[in-house]
């Protein structure tokens, strides 16, 4: 009978960490984000959806003699933060039209709800940032919390994902390196091949 107790204790042991470590990582979230919503980028959905631009230039400015290129689109697949089956990964960047958008994806493998929570657009205009190799650092035009849920608190069900992202204005060519500090996750080492 004893061994029951011991074994639901640490049932409600493990699930308390847990709820500790999703309520630190919707700090994180909630701390750091980057800017307004006037640029359009697509909507992020709650079960793996990706939205976003796919043609556009790669140059700075637009060109009366010879047509804009495409735009591009960079697989990147790097983990940001992992712990306790929560993680936050930089998925991929996709540079149209002079801007860079970086989209991301917060996923929920554990087997209680992740409270995270995006912060007003006050805040978020000055939570995240990417430093480029010269030195200079870009805020977002836009994000996916500026867009969809300034302010708002809400949580990450059990093995699902959270598509989000945010559009620097910046362009960006293949061997761009840079690195993105997203809001208080560990700043991330990019480049894009």
């Known amino acids: 009978m004893q061994k029951r107790y011991v074994g639901l204790l640490a049932v409600v042991v493990a699930t308390a960490c847990l709820a500790v470590v999703g309520t630190l990582g919707g700090w994180y979230l909630a701390d750091r984000g980057a800017s307004d919503s006037t640029s359009s980028g697509g909507d992020a959905a709650t079960t793996g959806a990706t939205g976003g631009p ?5 140059e700075t400015g637009p060109s009366p003699t010879k047509e804009q290129p495409a735009g591009r689109t960079y697989r990147l697949d790097q983990l940001m933060y992992s712990q306790s089956g929560l993680t936050v990964t930089l998925v991929s960047a996709e540079s149209t039209d002079g801007r860079l958008r970086l989209n ?35 805020r977002p035009e836009s994000t996916w919390c500026t ?9 990450i069900a059990p093995g699902q994902r959270v598509d989000s992202w945010a559009v620097f204005p910046v362009a960006a060519e293949t061997g ?7 809001y208080d996750f560990p700043t991330l080492d990019v480049r894009l091949r």
């Open 176 to 182: 761009t390196s840079f690195e993105l500090a997203w």
């Open 54 to 58: 796919s043609t556009g230039s790669a």
């Open 147 to 155: 867009t969809t849920r300034p302010g708002e608190s809400f949580s």
């Open 104 to 138: 991301l994806a917060y996923r929920n493998g554990t087997s209680v709800a992740w409270p995270v929570s995006c912060p007003t657009v006050e805040v978020d205009r000055t939570s995240s940032e990417i430093v480029l190799s010269d030195g200079r650092s870009v």
